[in-house]
């Protein structure tokens, strides 16, 4: 009996030529692929997972924090280690997809040249700010009220450092580099810039001055560094 249901498993994995059938789903990887490949898969995918896993994250942290701490302590403790957390989060679930999706090593997030890019960043941007805040001042809109001290900083500095970099990830590193890759870069600019100002969720003149400021600076930046 053994040596008959042997016969007919082989006889079912044999074809006439008595060749072995190479039983696989190469098909079936091949269509996988290449739906994972269009570009509009890779951009819905990598979004879902960023924002799903890191705004869920957040609701789970803040659902915590409501039930354990005072006010003051979810301000000033546990926020800070929740943002701290999250741009963690954002990174490796950045690095997740691209590993997994787009199987290639994540080169935008390189730590090479990263400390030179980031003190010419941080010269730019502060030179840049103080030109708006010269403009502004010279022309009557800004004023020097009070003075606080740098502690009053800490907190702000985690928000906008976790802002940074879950902004950046998704609108340079998902965005416009995904859609430069299909359509060039000026399209990118211009769909990425105005999607980057508008997410804002401000007033027309404000979103648009988002748009050109942040989107299409930030933009022109990773076009040079690539990262």
């Known amino acids: 009996e053994n040596s008959f249901a042997s016969s007919v498993v082989l006889a079912i994995y044999e074809d006439k030529n008595n060749r072995p059938i190479k039983m696989n789903n190469q098909s079936t990887k091949s269509w996988t692929h290449k739906f994972l490949q269009l570009s509009i898969t890779r951009l819905i ?43 963690l989060l954002t990174i490796l679930v950045y690095i997740f997809y691209v590993r997994l999706v787009e199987n290639r090593n994540v080169s935008e997030l390189s730590v090479r040249g990263a400390v030179l890019e980031l003190g010419i960043g941080i010269i730019v941007g502060t030179v840049l700010f103080i030109l708006v805040i010269a403009i502004l001042w010279s022309l009557g809109y800004y004023k020097l009220i009070a003075v606080n001290g740098l502690a009053f900083l800490i907190i702000p500095f985690f928000h906008y450092a976790y802002t940074a970099v879950y902004e950046e990830i998704i609108f340079r590193g998902i965005f416009f580099r995904i859609i430069e890759n299909k359509l060039g870069s000026w399209i990118a600019i211009i769909v990425s810039g105005l999607f980057f100002g508008f997410a804002h969720n401000a007033t027309l003149y404000t979103n648009i001055s988002i748009a050109l400021m942040g989107g299409v600076l930030f933009s022109v930046a990773y076009i040079c560094t690539r990262r």
């Open 45 to 87: 995918v990598a979004l879902v997972l960023v924002v799903g896993f890191v705004q869920g994250f957040q609701t789970i942290m803040i659902t915590i924090g409501n039930h354990i701490f005072t006010h003051e302590n979810l301000t000033s403790f546990w926020m800070p280690l929740s943002w701290i957390g999250s741009s």
